[in-house]
């Protein structure tokens, strides 16, 4: 039996810790298990990295700021191969390159497009634990390449996918899926099973405990994820294939937060064919990723020209860079402003496709407890809606209590 593990940034965060980490590993190897091993940076050790690299530059080389990020992980993998060499096992540290993991070109949040499992396979066979750097690989010019924050997971899904594990196990200091974040609902739920689909859902909208694309690939590759703490032996959460859809749907299955998030206005835009187009486009090229947009009907200003209103969100740390791309629209823009105090609460739930009334329960739940919605998206699983920073926790508790997710 071949299992993957990886262990986030809070369970490999200090010396002792990863001693803990080494006797699990150590365990599972004594049950006869092949076992790969990623592991991630020490909690809080990328951002040091990241913080180091502006101290020189407040923009960095995105290629040397992949050679530093890259160090935090090959630190983690090397010191628990040494402990679990020292426990009397067989262990082996590599960094993503030596794994065989291959990306694209793109720095700071490469793709991986294959991975040579030759080395790993003849590790394996040899007897040894794998210990993997997560969170890198190499791209076809020998350069090294980051797979964007919280790339960890990405990089164990893509291995145990890739070498047909009999399970891939995500380990952090949640011992699974919730029904909300606990630590901002302490009355949270784990739940023991949620689809892809689900999963996918709360991930890319904010609930950080699994990367959004890792979700996304072990679905296309059939990775079997089980989420589970690496501070205690509780059954953790399996994110499974749903199949048919005859069986019993619950509503709605969690409420996720996402407080990285900037509201964009623009106000009197002309309104011509092909400027929306335009505007976006141009944000694409800087590769900035717009959330939600929504366009108001056109009306006649006084010298008889038609405008618009024009809104959507990009995520903080891109605003500036959407700032500078909106001024270059000068001339057909009238005003715009920015909030950076918004953040993005989002309902979801595979029910909501053959039940009305979903959105409703939401916006009258917010509006009670006099928190304004500022902007709404919706799609078949999920209502996703953009409020003022300050509600946010007062906002997933409401949401969470009026669909029932703590019972
Ligand atoms: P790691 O460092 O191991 O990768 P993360 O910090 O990325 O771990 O993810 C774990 C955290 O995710 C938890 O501490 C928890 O606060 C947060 N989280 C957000 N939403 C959820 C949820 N729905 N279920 C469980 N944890 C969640
Ligand atoms: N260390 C990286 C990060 O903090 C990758 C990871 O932990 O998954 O984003
Ligand atoms: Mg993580």
């Known amino acids: ?45 990328t ?9 020189f ?4 080389s995105p290629r040397e700021l992949d050679i530093l990020l890259s160090s935090g992980e090959r630190v983690t993998a090397a010191l628990l191969a040494i402990a679990l060499q020292e426990m009397g096992h067989k262990a082996i540290a590599l960094t993503g390159r030596q794994a065989g993991i291959k990306t694209d070109k793109t720095h700071t949040y490469a793709r991986i497009e294959s991975i040579d499992t030759s080395r790993l396979k003849n590790e394996i066979s040899k007897g040894n634990i794998v210990i993997v750097a997560g969170f890198q690989g190499i791209n076809q010019n020998g350069e090294v390449t980051t797979l964007g924050r919280g790339g960890s997971d990405l990089s164990a899904v893509a291995l145990a996918g890739a070498l047909k594990a009999d399970a891939c196990e995500i380990y952090s200091d949640v011992d699974g899926i919730y029904t909300t974040d606990p630590r901002i609902e302490p009355k949270a739920k784990k739940l023991d099973f949620i689809s892809y689909e689900e999963m996918l859902e709360l991930s890319s909208l904010g609930a950080k405990v699994l990367q959004n694309r890792s979700v996304e690939l072990a679905k296309k590759m059939g990775v079997k994820i089980v989420a589970r703490s690496s501070f205690s032996d509780n059954e953790g959460t399996v994110i499974y294939k749903k199949e048919g859809e005859n069986m019993e ?71 500036d ?11 057909d823009i009238g005003s715009s402003d920015y909030d950076e105090n918004v953040a993005k609460v989002s309902v979801v739930g595979v029910g909501m496709k053959s039940h009305s009334g979903v959105a409703a329960t939401a916006f009258e739940a917010l509006a009670k407890n006099g928190i304004n919605i500022e902007m709404i998206s919706t799609s078949e699983i999920k209502i996703s809606m953009i409020i003022d920073e300050k509600f946010s926790e007062l906002a997933v508790r409401v949401l969470h209590e009026v669909y029932g997710l703590d019972k």
């Open 1 to 45: 039996m071949l299992v993957v593990q990886k262990y986030g940034g809070t369970s490999v965060g200090s010396l002792e810790r990863i001693e803990n980490v080494a006797k699990r590993v150590a365990k599972a190897r004594e049950e006869n298990k092949d076992l790969v091993i990623v592991v991630s940076a020490m909690s809080g050790e």
């Open 47 to 55: 951002n040091k990295l990241i913080e180091y690299a502006h101290y």
């Open 57 to 60: 530059s407040k923009n960095p």
């Open 249 to 319: 749907e619950v509503l709605v299955s969690g409420v996720a937060l996402d407080k990285n998030q900037a509201r964009v206005s623009l106000r009197e835009v002309t309104d011509r064919p092909g400027i929306a187009a335009e505007i976006f486009k141009k944000l694409a090229e800087k590769n900035i990723n717009v959330d939600m947009i929504i366009q108001n009907a056109s009306t006649n200003t006084t010298n008889n020209e038609k405008t618009t209103n024009l809104g959507f969100t990009v995520a903080q740390n891109q605003l």
């Open 321 to 331: 860079d959407a700032k500078k791309v909106i001024e270059d629209f000068d001339h």
